[in-house]
């Protein structure tokens, strides 16, 4: 008899700034590090605003929206949970609140042929394993 384990993808590794993200990602809430000094949101976290200079940041959730900044099809896997997972779709996405705050996630559930740059896109969430939920995103509603 023999017995599967089961294939993890690779996890995140958060730290002191990165924490306020994947708790965001358990409770389905899309947290983006945003200055209480002039309002810019910053993505990645680090702890100094780059528009102001201000170290008064706090994460503020955001809504889901986002056009398709570019993507890659990926057809080989880099790692053993993609194997069966080909082709998938790895993207950047622009999210609605600014100009240039870009996420790096997947698209899923649009075929290739349907995706363009600056597409309306909106958030999914999705369970890639046990405590692990990902922000993910799909053609919006037209
Ligand atoms: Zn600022």
């Not at 947290?31 to 680090?46: A, F």
């Not at 900044?69 to 999210?95: I, N």
């Not at 100009?99 to 890639?128: F, K, Q, S």
């Amino acid at each position: 008899m023999t017995s599967k384990a089961a294939i993890y993808p690779p996890l995140p590794l958060p730290n002191e700034m990165t924490q306020f993200f994947w708790d965001g990602c358990q409770a389905r809430k899309l947290m983006i590090l945003r200055c209480k000094g002039c309002g810019r949101y910053i993505h990645y976290p680090r702890p100094v605003c780059n528009g102001c200079l201000s170290t008064d940041l706090a994460p503020a959730e955001v809504s889901g929206e986002a056009t398709l900044y570019g993507y890659t099809v990926a057809m080989q896997a880099f790692h053993p949970y993609f194997a069966d997972k080909l082709p998938y779709t790895l993207a950047l996405v622009e999210l609605v609140e600014q100009a240039g705050l870009r996420l790096t996630t997947n698209i899923v559930d649009v075929p290739e042929a349907e995706l363009t740059t600056g597409m309306p896109v909106r958030l999914v969430w999705r369970e890639v394993a046990p405590d692990l939920v990902l922000p993910m995103f799909t053609k919006a509603a037209s």
